[in-house]
């Protein structure tokens, strides 16, 4: 069923999620305004893309489904909806055809942000979208009309027929995602559960002294495993930082590492990760090739000649305490570097966030159970994804999907 021509609709954030709602709808004859609360719209987008746009990524469905954990459930119609292969489509339509890099990410032929969501701007402008800029979202009146306060501090309340809202989680605070969604759902009794650093760096207690001489430097295909945790090892090149450690095989951890983390603030083990700094090379083989040392060999030289490791492996190998001298006790140590975590970097460095509205929240068109005709979309609600194009896959297909609710709600076909 159409929605009639006359429809209205307040879309509350200008991120992906948000904008492509607002796209779909316009697409199906709603007249839709945008509501911005910062100067210009898709402020983290474009920072997300500045050093080049991984919008999604290439990967079988299955494992791709699989980066969304206790949530792919709930996730995998949307990504029918819209799919990789959609989203690859939808930037060659707007001139911004796309290209595979070597590790199976996608990234626009032009590789930044910038000329795509230029593009995307000037189609939701043809399509009839209005965006308000400086004006943010300020709750609800009392017949349930959202407010919107102007950059002047003028309040008015928005009628519309259906509401959709992608606020974001809150990483990016100075971009417009803060989390002061938060509270004011709670009030209105929708749970939502708390919002947590996710895609984050992880605090260390090195010694000043490596500290000092390895921040900054990669730790080059490596696998790392939260020790107990039952959880399979993640493969990758992580980055030693001054106060820690980040990279891809950390933020795939994430979820692992603070059930970790919680674990160890309630009493239990401390949160260690094992970080095996030869993974394509078996135990039995790697003790083969440190038996070949020369009775002149350094340790450093021993270990460089005989496996390859550079400065920043054997600088976490003395990390880790004394160096044994045989064979098997390096093997074993090579095979698992212990690294102890001291915590999560905070959430305002973190790339995205865990947590938001409870799915128990939303119908299967993510319209709030509790309010009728308001639908989410995007980092606000419960769920989480590794980098590598998948947070930005569920973003642009939950904005599809929750335009789809909309519409059948405008339609009464629910």
């Known amino acids: 069923m159409s929605p009639p021509t006359s429809s209205t609709a307040a879309v509350i954030g200008g991120g992906p999620a948000g904008l492509f709602a607002a796209q779909t709808l316009a697409a199906a004859g709603v007249k839709v ?12 987008f474009l920072l997300a893309g500045h050093g080049g746009l991984n919008i999604t990524h290439s990967e079988d469905r299955a494992p791709f489904l699989g980066r969304y954990g206790p949530s792919a459930d709930r996730i995998a119609p949307m990504l029918e909806r819209f799919s990789p292969e959609d989203l690859r489509a939808w930037c060659e339509s707007l001139g911004q055809p796309t290209f595979v890099g070597s590790s ?24 009839g979208v209005t965006i308000e800029r400086r004006s943010a979202w300020s709750g609800w009146d009392a ?12 309040t008015r309340a928005v009628k519309s027929d259906i509401t959709v809202f992608a606020l974001g989680g809150a990483s990016w605070p100075h971009l417009g995602a803060d989390g002061s969604w938060v509270e004011p759902f709670r009030e209105r009794g929708v749970e939502v559960t708390e919002l947590r650093a996710a895609n984050v760096g992880l605090r260390v207690a090195w010694s000043d002294v490596f500290a000092q001489r390895f921040a900054g430097a990669p730790l080059k295909n490596v696998s790392i495993t939260v020790r107990g945790s039952g959880a399979p090892p993640r493969r990758g090149d992580a980055m030693l930082t001054r106060a820690g450690i980040e990279g891809g095989p950390i933020y795939a951890s994430g979820a692992t590492i603070r059930a970790a983390l919680d674990a160890a603030s309630a009493g239990d083990d401390a949160c260690v990760l094992d970080i095996d700094l030869r993974p394509d090379v078996d135990a039995a083989e790697l003790e083969k090739r440190l038996s070949r040392r020369r009775p002149k060999d350094s340790a450093t030289t021993w270990l460089r000649r005989s496996v390859g490791l550079d400065p920043a492996g054997i600088g976490l190998l003395r990390e880790a305490g004394t160096l044994p001298t045989e064979p098997a006790a390096m093997t074993a140590l090579i095979k698992a570097v212990p690294v102890a975590v001291v915590d999560t970097m905070p959430i305002d460095r973190a790339i995205s966030t865990a947590g938001g509205i409870a799915w128990s929240e939303v119908d299967e068109h993510l319209m709030v159970r509790r309010m009728p005709g308001t639908f989410v979309a995007g980092e606000m609600l419960d769920w989480e994804a590794p980098t590598g194009g998948y947070l930005l896959q569920a973003s642009f297909s939950m904005g599809a999907w929750a335009a789809d609710g909309a519409l059948a709600w405008l339609g009464r076909d629910v």
């Open 33 to 44: 305004t945008v509501y911005e609360r910062m100067p210009s719209p898709g402020r983290k």
């Open 143 to 154: 017949d349930g009309r959202v407010l919107i306060t102007d950059s002047s501090g003028r």
């Open 104 to 127: 199976g990410r996608v990234f626009p032929q032009a590789f930044r942000a910038t000329p795509l969501f230029r593009a995307w701007l000037a189609h939701l402008a043809d399509a």
